[in-house]
């Protein structure tokens, strides 16, 4: 088992830079596949980004890609979204999850594990 633990959201402007942090602990993290998800208000979760257990694997949502960019750190147990050029569309609560040894997926019925979620919001 592993539990999740999201920081770095906040309040920004449009065209501003966050980086959010997705930070293990439990079991080893660096068995695990990890996914970013994002909710905004009435709106269903939907897939952002995803990291591979491996690691040599990334994948991003449409909306996202060449914006955002997803790493991992295993020495610290680490998963990261850094945020660019950010839009006020943008704004949800961000969740990490992860999957032991899964397949790098945008459903999210396969992840196992999930935190608390962060907010996010850009004004425009």
């Known amino acids: 088992q592993v539990q999740l633990v999201e920081s770095g959201g906040g309040l920004v402007q449009a065209g501003d830079s966050l980086r959010l942090s997705c930070a293990a602990s439990?079991?080893?993290?660096?068995?695990?596949?990890v996914g970013w998800f994002r909710q905004a208000p009435g709106k269903e979760r939907v897939f952002v980004a995803g990291?591979?257990?491996?690691?040599?694997?990334?994948y991003y949502g449409a909306s996202v890609k060449g914006r955002f960019t997803i790493s991992r750190d295993n020495a610290k147990n680490t998963v990261e979204l850094q945020m660019n050029s950010l839009k006020p569309e943008d704004t949800a609560v961000y969740y990490c999850?992860?999957?032991?040894?899964?397949?790098?997926?945008?459903?999210?019925?396969?992840?196992?594990?999930w935190g608390q979620g962060t907010q996010v919001t850009v004004s425009s």
């Open positions: 990291i591979s257990w491996t690691g040599d694997s990334t």
């Open positions: 999850a992860a999957n032991y040894r899964g397949s790098l997926t945008t459903g999210s019925v396969l992840y196992d594990y």
């Open positions: 439990g079991r080893t993290f660096s068995s695990y596949t």
